[in-house]
């Protein structure tokens, strides 16, 4: 029961997400391309921030001298 009332709401946000973005008006394939250039950026965006981001913020703390 848990996992069909799950199912259900993944389906959806995922029914809502197809219409905030108008995918909806796509085919199948050309969604597809859509999502796996979104996937695509969107973790390329994560691992870069978590590459480099400490390296920034120790720069700006070392610049503005909270740590030493």
């Known amino acids: 029961m848990a996992l069909a009332r799950a199912?259900?709401?993944m389906s959806w946000f995922y029914y809502q997400y197809l219409l905030v973005t108008a995918l909806y008006m796509l085919?199948?394939?050309e969604r597809t391309v859509f999502n796996s250039m979104?996937?695509?950026v969107?973790?390329?965006a994560l691992y870069t921030g978590y590459v480099f981001m400490p390296q920034h913020i120790m720069?700006?703390?070392h610049y503005f001298e909270i740590v030493q």
């Open 7 to 9: 199912w259900k709401q």
């Open 27 to 29: 085919e199948p394939w």
């Open 38 to 40: 979104l996937v695509s």
């Open 42 to 44: 969107v973790g390329m």
């Open 59 to 61: 720069a700006i703390l």
